[in-house]
């Protein structure tokens, strides 16, 4: 039970950081049809200017702080620089060009701050807890607790305020929202700002657990990726959701089969989840009317 226990907690951890992932895809995606494969550099962003700062002889919550809103600039940068010009291509070209942004922000880390692997001290100490004989470290309830309280102001973010509720006319139908006066171009600026402050925030509390480096990102979106297909493309529960399992159920493979399989779970999930559900878990049921 303790060894159940211990795999559980790990697939929990990391899952938060898939979910914080797969929510800022589907923030980009309800408000532009776009998917960003750039989302996995800001979670590398966010952990690699903690330690950037760090040595800098910066305190850690400016260090955090500034960690969250360069990646969030960035991403408003991608959108006015990238996005906006091709807005009118298909779809491909959209995604090749988010690739090709992840391949200059990622040489760019390379370059500056150079191949090795970095980490700096967990929030608030490493002496682990005892849990029904399993451990589980500080920095995982700061991975659980600021996840949950991201979701809480997202919620609140998008059902109570005025700004929320534009993003959202923006995502079910852009022209209408433009014909009600809705700025759609500052939707689109503000999700692509939001989604690179998620992905930094994962990063950030991440890091301290499982280092970091300038190609980590790589992985760590995929599996972001992951999670919102198996959750529902475009449902930010089923981002959430989708973000845990995968999580977990990495983690529940890399301790009862092999570790060396816990790079392909995840991408066996989703075959099976397309096989089963192609919409995804909470994705939405299309009905044609003939």
Not at 86 to 110: H, M
Not at 242 to 254: C, K, R
């Amino acid at each position: 039970m303790s060894q159940f226990l211990q795999f559980l907690f790990s697939g929990i951890t990391v899952g938060a950081t898939y979910a914080l992932a797969a929510l800022g895809f589907t923030l980009i995606y309800n408000a532009s049809n776009v998917i960003n494969f750039a989302q996995g550099e800001f979670i590398m962003l966010g952990g690699m200017l903690v330690f950037f700062f760090l040595q800098a002889g910066l305190p850690m919550p400016v260090a955090i702080f500034l960690a969250i809103a360069i990646p969030a600039i960035v991403g408003m940068l991608i959108e006015k620089f990238t996005i906006e010009p091709a807005r009118e291509a298909d779809v491909v070209t959209l995604i090749i060009i988010t690739i090709g942004v992840s391949l200059v922000i990622r040489g760019v880390i390379q370059v500056w701050l150079g191949k090795g692997t970095h980490s700096y001290p967990a929030f608030s100490g490493n002496d682990p807890i005892l849990i029904g004989g399993a451990t589980l470290l500080p920095q995982s309830l700061w991975v659980l607790g600021i996840t949950a309280l991201v979701v809480v102001a997202l919620w609140y973010f998008f059902s109570r305020t005025l700004a929320g509720k534009a993003i959202l006319a923006t995502s079910c139908n852009p022209l209408a929202a433009q014909l009600v006066g809705v700025n759609t171009q500052w939707v689109l600026l503000v999700s692509f700002a939001l989604s690179a402050a998620l992905g930094a925030i994962g990063g950030v509390l991440l890091t301290p657990i499982t280092l970091t480096s300038y190609d980590v990102g790589i992985m760590l979106g995929l599996k972001g990726f992951v999670a919102v297909v198996v959750g529902g493309l475009g449902s930010g529960l089923g981002a959430v959701v989708g973000g845990l399992l995968v999580g977990i159920i990495e983690a529940m493979a890399a301790g009862y089969i092999s570790s060396a399989y816990k790079d392909a779970v995840p991408f066996i999930l989703i075959l099976v989840i397309l096989f089963f559900l192609p919409r995804g878990i909470f994705g939405a049921k299309v009905t044609e009317r003939v």
